[in-house]
């Protein structure tokens, strides 16, 4: 059975900073692709980063320079480190990872920036 949960979002204040996890399960992390998306209120999710199973990156425009996505094999965990956030970085956020063509996201962790 994938799992994937996600963990570490809550309120933060504008130019703050949060680091996201995500752990997984049931799936050979070491050779997954992984995925953050998020979904504002009233919008689309959005795909803004992205690591392949040998640690290259990809980032959406709104997200290049300010965060950085991580994993680590040992501990099947993928993180997002988030630094000078905006109030428009709230959202809902949401791990993704295709296993064997199946998709699988994770429950989701909500980030608030806010003063």
């Known amino acids: 059975q994938v799992q994937l949960v996600e963990s570490g979002g809550g309120l933060a204040q504008p130019g703050g900073s949060l680091r996201l996890s995500c752990a997984a399960s049931g799936i050979i992390f070491s050779i997954s692709a992984m995925t953050w998306y998020r979904q504002a209120p009233g919008k689309q999710r959005e795909l803004f980063a992205h690591?392949?199973?040998?640690?290259?990156?990809n980032y959406a425009d709104s997200v290049k320079g300010r965060f950085t996505i991580s994993r680590d094999n040992a501990k099947n965990t993928v993180y997002l480190q988030m630094d000078s956030l905006k109030p428009e970085d709230t959202a809902v956020y949401y791990c993704?990872?295709?296993?064997?063509?199946?998709?699988?996201w994770g429950k989701g962790t909500l980030v608030t920036v806010s003063s």
């Open positions: 690591i392949t199973s040998s640690s290259s990156t």
């Open positions: 993704y990872t295709r296993w064997r063509l199946i998709d699988y």
